[in-house]
């Protein structure tokens, strides 16, 4: 059994004040006996002005959010995951990239977005993320002391051969920080999450930014903590900051697989198309 935590923010535009915000609701999951904590998506700024957000912009060595995940998981020996913040790139892109804290304060894992929200929802509301980010190219499974942790972020979970790559490589847990627009949220988020929960027998932990953004976005929130059964254990609301908890038997993921062992099952098929005209 592991006590775990997921943090909902509403990230400004400022990442210093956020740091401090991440400081307190850090040490209000740490004191609720959560040994592994996540914060949402873009925890260091919510920016979508570019210039505004160059301005902020700093490498991996000298990001205050990153200085701050690394001194609060030594701090409260927890393993803490910076869902992920923007980080400048040698080569003038950014990275959307998350990190993983051990106890010590050392990075045990990076993990770079995958999938660029590059959309056009309804009312207008469009997004290019590959305008201002470099997407990833790496699957993470990290080997932890509690279980085998697997990495996503945010859009990556509209890609079920993601999460399935990672079941298949051992993963009994899946991250997923995010910054769910109101719209799709209101759509699709518990649906998604709770489907790659269910199709891979995996526990998913989804610490989300949720309301009225200084940027002028609104994000959807509901923070979730899923089981491999698809149930729900803990779920914040849909504004404002949340830290929400939960008690993880892994034991249930071995359990839940061999209930229902898709992951075992699973065939390789050929596709053949016919013609209408043709005859079978």
């Keep these: 059994m592991m006590k775990v935590a997921a943090i909902q923010m509403c990230s400004g535009v400022d990442p210093v004040r956020n740091a401090a915000r991440v400081d307190a609701l850090v040490r209000e999951a740490h004191a609720a006996g959560a040994v592994y904590i996540q914060t949402p998506e873009m925890t260091g700024a919510l920016q979508r002005d570019r210039k505004g957000l160059a301005a902020i912009l700093r490498p991996e060595e000298t990001d205050p959010i990153v200085a701050k995940g690394a001194s609060l998981a030594k701090e409260l020996k927890i393993h803490l995951h910076i869902g992920s913040t923007a980080i400048a790139l040698a080569d003038g892109k950014v990275a959307n990239r998350g990190f993983l804290f051990g106890p010590d304060g050392s990075v045990v894992c990076r993990y770079d977005k995958i999938h660029m929200f590059d959309v056009d929802l309804d009312n207008g509301e469009s997004w290019r993320e590959s305008a201002t980010y470099r997407p990833g ?43 769910f627009t109101r719209q799709t949220g209101e759509a699709h988020w518990h649906i998604l999450v709770r489907a790659r929960a269910i199709e891979n027998g995996v526990f998913m932990i989804a610490a989300a930014q949720g309301g009225l953004h200084e940027d002028g976005r609104e994000t959807y929130g509901h923070s979730l903590i899923v089981d491999p059964w698809g149930r729900v254990l803990a779920e914040a609301g849909g504004t404002g900051e949340a830290v929400i908890t939960a008690d993880l038997d892994l034991a249930t993921v071995a359990a839940t697989r061999r209930k229902i062992p898709n992951l075992r099952n699973a065939r390789e098929f050929e596709l053949v198309e016919t013609r209408a005209n043709e005859i079978i």
């Design 137 to 179: 190219h790496e699957a993470q499974v990290a080997e932890l002391p509690f279980g085998r942790l697997g990495f996503a972020i945010c859009y990556d979970v509209r890609f079920p051969q993601l999460f399935r790559t990672e079941a298949l490589a051992g993963a009994e847990i899946i991250s997923l920080p995010t910054a």
